[in-house]
């Protein structure tokens, strides 16, 4: 026999409803926090015609929509936004694979949202490549090594991800 509750309602079917609100408020969480991420952040590295952007206004730009996006999203699914982080928090044995796999669907989505919102507002003769990032070519290591970027990646990634 359920309980029931004066509204009719078990407290089980009470309980698998505050577990629906928390998870798709997690999934929420992810997919905004993606999102807002890759809005502001490849739209800093746009190429305007009247002021290209600086190193440091773009590294100012990721800096602050990361820190909205944990601070936004803390509370409700731990902020990994990113499926790197949230792999990490897998390994450790910190979120179970189905709430992982959960986050990185949500994460996917969020960035694929966020890219297309980022190409829907911006205009034609702006937007080009949206913002990919290329190695210039001119680089001695890179006319003898094609894959000295993702070498270089690869070392200045790693003493990060060894704590």
């Known amino acids: 026999m359920d309980a029931v509750e004066p509204g009719g309602r078990g407290w089980a079917s009470m309980l698998a409803c505050r577990l ?3 998870i798709s408020r997690a999934l929420f969480a992810e997919f905004l926090a993606t999102g807002l991420y ?3 952040g490849v739209g800093s590295v746009m190429r305007w015609p009247t002021a290209l952007p600086s190193v440091l206004q773009i590294a100012i730009t990721f800096n602050l929509v990361t820190a ?3 601070q936004v ?3 409700a699914s731990g902020a990994h936004a990113n499926p790197a982080v949230t792999l990490a928090f897998l390994v450790g044995s ?3 694979l ?9 994460q996917l989505v969020g960035a694929t949202v966020g890219a297309a919102l980022l190409y829907g507002v911006m205009p034609g003769d702006i937007r080009e490549t ?3 990032n290329v190695a210039p070519p001119t680089s001695s290591a890179l006319r003898l ?5 993702l070498h270089l990646e690869a070392c200045l990634t790693r003493p990060f991800s060894i704590s």
């Open 20 to 22: 629906w609100k928390a």
């Open 38 to 40: 890759v809005f502001f």
């Open 68 to 70: 909205m996006a944990v």
């Open 73 to 75: 999203t803390w509370k």
């Open 94 to 96: 910190h979120i179970s």
């Open 98 to 106: 189905p709430r992982a796999v959960a986050y990185v669907a949500a």
């Open 130 to 132: 949206l913002g990919i």
């Open 145 to 149: 090594f094609p894959s000295s970027s």
